[in-house]
Nanobody
Framework: QVQLVETGGGLVQAGGSLRLSCAAS????????MGWYRQAPGKQRELVAI???????NYADSVKGRFIMTRDNAKNTVFLQMNSLKPEDTDVYYC???????????WGQGTQVTVSS
């Protein structure tokens, strides 16, 4: 099993920045990619960014050029640096770990990000 714990959400004005962190523990060798998703009430959870163990990173078109996902392998932690935030970025953000065996993904508890206009 893998446990994911997010920190770093909060309230920020439009144009500001926030950095989210996600610390992984447990059987992290099962994970072949880490990602960030977000979800608004009544909407589907959508991918924001994903970083594969091979190093490549993919971003949603809506955040390209504004968000940067990085990883600290020594601390088993991934980060999402969010810059030039917009009110439409307001969501609950979830950390995700993909099980390389194809089993169910692992999820953090979510952290609220609110961007005021």
């Amino acid at each position: 099993q893998v446990q994911l714990v997010e920190t770093g959400g909060g309230l920020v004005q439009a144009g500001g920045s926030l950095r989210l962190s996600c610390a992984a523990s447990g059987s992290i060798f099962l994970i072949n990619a880490m990602g960030w998703y977000r979800q608004a009430p009544g909407k589907q959870r959508e991918l924001v960014a994903i970083k594969w163990n091979g190093g490549s990173t993919n971003y949603a078109d809506s955040v390209k050029g504004r968000f940067i996902m990085t990883r600290d392998n020594a601390k088993n932690t991934v980060f999402l640096q969010m810059n030039s935030l917009k009110p439409e970025d307001t969501d609950v953000y979830y950390c995700n770990g993909r099980d390389g065996r194809g089993f169910d993904d692992y999820w953090g508890q979510g952290t609220q990000v609110t961007v005021s206009s």
